[in-house]
Nanobody, 127 residues
Framework: QEQVVESGGGLVQPGGSLRLSCAVS????????IGWFRQAPGKEREGVSC????????YYSDSVKGRFTTSRDDARNTLYLQMDGLKPEDTAVYYC????????????????????WGQGTQVTVSS
């Protein structure tokens, strides 16, 4: 079966940086549209970014645009989410999701469209 594994979460001070990894299996990275999502306790899951399989373009939510950036290592089938200028409101469990069929539609795709999900990695931004 297809699997997604996230890593790289941790505790960081406000203004600091983290880089999350999303590794996919079974198929090459370019076979998937990759979405990053996050969920804080008591809050609904929200989209962070969407990287399209069709052209590799990434779309970001307004809350992270200009601070978060994706990059890829196709040899390792891994997509990275570089998070800079972290704020306390970024604190959440971050999930990577993959789907071989959907696209991003020039925006952050809804979680319901993704079939394969990772286990989540905790990001805590605090002094």
């Amino acid at each position: 079966q297809e699997q997604v594994v996230e890593s790289g979460g941790g505790l960081v001070q406000p203004g600091g940086s983290l880089r999350l990894s999303c590794a996919v299996s079974k198929r090459n990275l370019d076979a998937y549209t990759i979405g990053w999502f996050r969920q804080a306790p008591g809050k609904e899951r929200e989209g962070v970014s969407c990287t399209s399989r069709s052209d590799g373009n990434t779309y970001y939510s307004d809350s992270v645009k200009g601070r978060f950036t994706t990059s890829r290592d196709d040899a390792r089938n891994t997509l990275y989410l570089q998070m800079d200028g972290l704020k306390p409101e970024d604190t959440a469990v971050y999930y990577c999701a993959a789907d071989p069929l959907i696209g991003c539609s020039r925006t952050v795709a809804a979680a319901k469209w993704f079939d394969v999900w990772g286990q989540g990695t905790q990001v805590t931004v605090s002094s």
